[in-house]
Antibody, heavy 120, light 107 residues
Framework: EVQLVESGGGLVQPGRSLRLSCAASGFTFDDYAMHWVRQAPGKGLEWVSGISWNSGSIGYADSVKGRFTTSRDNAKNSLYLQMNSLRAEDTALYYC?????????????WGQGTLVTVSS | SSELTQDPAVSVALGQTVRITCQGDNLRNYYASWYQQKPGQAPVLVIHGRNNRPSGIPDRFSGSNSKNTASLTITGAQAEDEADYHCNSRDSSGKHLFGGGTKLTVL
């Protein structure tokens, strides 16, 4: 059974940093690209970042580029999101998401999310 | 920049058919995928590719594509189908996009 378990969320002041983690199990982690998707309270889904299986390709939404860094450790079956210079508008539930294998690309498994609240 | 457009809200009578649409230029080149999200829950994939349902998704859910529009159709909507529906696709740079989501009400 595929499981994605996020952790690391919490309350943080504007301008500070936070690191999210996602522990993956139930599939061969290093075969798949992984993503972070967020959802602000009462809002729609927003793609944040994606990373290829070997970390050779990493992409970011314009809203987080230069502030967030995605990485993975295939030996630990883990995905990470380092969030710096946090803003109030980064407040959201952050989902760890597994991508399908090859085209057409879609998100076949989602974690339950970890909540990040940016407030003074 | 690329974007995907969905109607914010749609309603359907119990047992009737409803179509939820998603429009965007990148849909001319990339398939949309569709996700159902119920309150307090993570999104669940319901349709991907040309018209593929993951295991466990009822066959009343179907997808179609035409030019710059992707559609999710629920044939014979049930009360449990009341949820938010989000479309997703990628653009030519490899970034992913989501529509704003459609809140489906089953009357």
């Amino acid at each position: 059974e595929v499981q994605l378990v996020e952790s690391g969320g919490g309350l943080v002041q504007p301008g500070r940093s936070l690191r999210l983690s996602c522990a993956a199990s139930g599939f061969t982690f290093d075969d798949y690209a992984m993503h972070w998707v967020r959802q602000a309270p009462g809002k729609g889904l927003e793609w944040v970042s994606g990373i290829s299986w070997n970390s050779g390709s990493i992409g970011y939404a314009d809203s987080v580029k230069g502030r967030f860094t995605t990485s993975r450790d295939n030996a630990k079956n883990s995905l990470y999101l380092q969030m710096n210079s946090l803003r109030a508008e980064d407040t959201a539930l952050y989902y760890c998401v597994k991508e399908s294998l090859g085209a057409p690309y879609y998100f076949d498994y989602w974690g339950q999310g970890t909540l990040v609240t940016v407030s003074s | 920049s690329s974007e995907l457009t969905q109607d914010p809200a749609v309603s359907v009578a119990l047992g009737q058919t409803v179509r939820i649409t998603c429009q965007g230029d990148n849909l001319r080149n990339y398939y949309a995928s569709w996700y159902q999200q119920k309150p307090g829950q993570a999104p669940v994939l319901v349709i991907h590719g040309r018209n593929n349902r993951p295991s466990g998704i009822p066959d009343r859910f179907s997808g179609s594509n035409s030019k710059n529009t992707a559609s999710l159709t629920i044939t014979g909507a049930q009360a449990e189908d009341e949820a938010d529906y989000h479309c997703n696709s990628r653009d030519s740079s490899g970034k992913h996009l989501f529509g704003g989501g459609t809140k489906l009400t089953v009357l």
